[in-house]
């Protein structure tokens, strides 16, 4: 009976312990399990979380993204703003440039009514001459005319401080140099001049108005007549002109005045004197000066009366003749002074004080 009990103990004992195993394994299995469930899910939720940081940064791009369309999208509002206006402020001065052109061209058209009709210059040729002649606004542009040989080139080269033989200098000489109208900028700092050799005066058998409208000077503000020995008639010929076109101020100039003094001061003097030499006696020195003084005086007045007489018969308006050579003109220009100087520094200041007239009146 206990051994039978004792092997049912037994028994029951295996039974029970392997029912413990068991139990164990499975407990073990299902720990496994959990282990595995816990490590997918917390895999899971990591995963889960990457994706939520993922989808976070794409909507912070995304917005990102709007945020640089909406400015690109008003950068180019703005842009085409102010296109708009740029092109209303181009259209405005187009406008006023269109009218200011205008204006000058009925102001130019009143100046011409009384001028007679076959020598008035059209609006196209107005338009072209000044084109041709490089007319810039702002500026005051002056001719010098007279007949060949005159001294315009020389004279040109002088008011802009130069001599014949400075680089830069307009060609000049003895030959007839100068054959087209040619343009030279005046040097001087904020100088508003500028000055056109005009060649070719002086052609015989030319009406009053044909030298004038063929080289088209009606576009010019200041004509200045340049004459060597006598007034010629093509020189009264552009004096005349320029009245009849009144938008033009003209000047009379008698150049070379140092060689014509020269010549009257020799013909007086004893045959065969030399003005330099350098071994004349004291007492013909004395002559020469003093009669120097006489001849310059002479020429002079004879100039003054010699071009009102021409002005006069030519029915033309009373001017003053201006007496001027080269050297002293150039010596002016630099302010140095100059023992040939007559009219030099007046000429200057008249001419000057017509170019700021004409500025201030807008040319
Ligand atoms: N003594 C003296 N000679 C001058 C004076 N002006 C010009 N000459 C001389 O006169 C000659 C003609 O001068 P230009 O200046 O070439 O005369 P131009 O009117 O331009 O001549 P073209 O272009 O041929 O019509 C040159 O030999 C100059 O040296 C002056 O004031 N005094
Ligand atoms: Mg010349």
């Known amino acids: 009976m206990a051994a039978i009990a004792a092997s049912l103990w037994s028994d029951f004992f295996v039974a029970i312990s392997g029912w413990g195993k068991d139990r164990a394994t499975q407990a073990e299995g299902r720990a496994v399990q959990a282990r595995a469930l816990a490590a997918s899910l917390q895999e899971r939720t990591e995963a889960e979380r990457a994706a939520h940081a993922a989808e976070e940064r794409a909507e912070r791009a995304q917005k990102h993204l709007e945020e640089q369309e909406q400015i690109i999208v008003e950068d180019a509002r703005r842009a085409e703003e102010a296109r708009l206006t740029i092109e209303q402020l181009q259209q405005l001065a187009a406008e006023a440039g269109r009218r200011a052109e205008e204006a000058r061209l009925a102001v130019e058209r009143k100046w011409f009514e009384g001028v007679c009709p076959e020598c008035r210059p059209s609006d196209e040729d107005i338009t072209r001459m000044k084109a041709q002649y490089n007319y810039s606004p702002g500026f005051v542009h002056i001719a010098v005319v007279g007949s060949a040989g005159a001294g315009k080139s020389s004279f040109i080269n002088a008011v802009r401080g130069l001599s014949n033989r400075d680089p830069g200098a307009a060609p000049a000489g003895i030959v007839e140099t100068t054959a087209t109208v040619t343009r030279y900028a005046d040097p001087h700092q904020d100088s508003r001049m500028v000055w056109y050799d005009v060649p070719g005066s002086g052609t015989p058998n030319v009406s009053d108005w044909q030298y004038f409208n063929d080289k088209g000077l009606y576009i010019f503000d200041c004509i200045i007549v340049l004459t060597d020995s006598r007034v010629l008639e093509s ?129």
């Open 235 to 363: 020189d009264l010929a552009i004096l005349r002109t320029c009245e009849q076109f009144k938008n033009i101020d003209a000047f009379i100039v008698r150049s070379k005045s140092d060689q014509h003094v020269n010549n009257m001061v020799c013909e007086r003097m004893p045959q065969g004197f030399d003005p330099s030499d350098p071994d004349m006696d004291a007492e013909t020195r004395a002559h020469f000066l003093l009669t120097k003084l006489e001849e310059r005086q002479r020429f002079i007045d004879e100039t003054s009366q010699n071009v009102q007489m021409h002005l006069e018969r030519g029915n033309l308006v009373p001017k003053k003749a201006y007496v001027v050579c080269m050297d002293a003109m150039a010596a002016t220009v630099r302010k140095i002074r100059s023992s040939k100087a007559i009219d030099e520094a007046d000429l200057l200041s008249d001419v000057r004080g017509c170019v700021l007239r004409r500025l201030q009146s807008g040319c």
